[in-house]
């Protein structure tokens, strides 16, 4: 069962600043085990930062991600990925093809830019807390 974020959440946390945005994206990640991104038919969304460095987009549910399915990303849909598959295949792919993650942008921020392995010492601290 997947995380549901509430209307009221939705708003709040969306009014969060970058880095409050990515603590709270480590922190439901780790307590539910799941990434949300958001792709079509043809693959995975992605874009650029201002050099040309290619960004994996990542959110902590569904809701947030399907926030961003607009404009150029229109006709896309929120995606879940396994905590586990994003650490085990996700991380290194990133990591060998030179790719960023970028954690909970929204439509008017841009979000968090860390490398994958960054993110996943983040998360492996996060997780840790629960053992």
């Known amino acids: 069962?997947?995380?549901e974020v509430r209307e009221p959440e939705l708003k709040a946390?969306?009014?969060?600043?970058?880095?409050?945005?990515?603590?709270?994206?480590?922190n439901k990640v780790a307590d539910?085990?799941?990434?949300w991104s958001v792709?079509?038919?043809?693959?995975?969304?992605?874009?650029?930062?201002?050099?040309e460095k290619e960004l994996i987009p990542v959110w902590p549910a569904s809701a947030?991600?399907?926030?961003?399915?607009t404009d150029s990303w229109e006709g896309h849909k929120p995606k879940k990925i396994s905590l586990e598959d994003w650490l085990d295949k996700w991380t290194p792919g990133m990591a060998a093809?030179?790719?960023?993650?970028?954690?909970?942008?929204?439509?008017?921020d841009k979000g968090v830019i860390v490398?994958?392995?960054?993110?996943e010492s983040?998360?492996?601290n996060s997780m840790s807390q629960y053992e």
């Not at 539910?32 to 990434?35: G, P, R, V």
């Not at 792709?39 to 050099?51: L, R």
């Not at 947030?64 to 399915?69: D, G, L, R, S, V």
């Not at 490398?115 to 993110?119: V, Y």
């Open 97 to 108: 093809d030179g790719r960023l993650v970028v954690v909970f942008p929204l439509p008017n």
């Open 13 to 26: 946390v969306s009014a969060l600043d970058e880095s409050a945005r990515y603590d709270y994206f480590v």
């Open 39 to 51: 792709g079509d038919k043809s693959g995975w969304a992605m874009y650029a930062d201002d050099s």
């Open 122 to 124: 983040d998360l492996s």
């Open 1 to 3: 069962m997947s995380y």
């Open 32 to 35: 539910w085990e799941e990434i």
């Open 115 to 119: 490398s994958p392995e960054r993110l």
């Open 64 to 69: 947030y991600a399907a926030k961003c399915c």
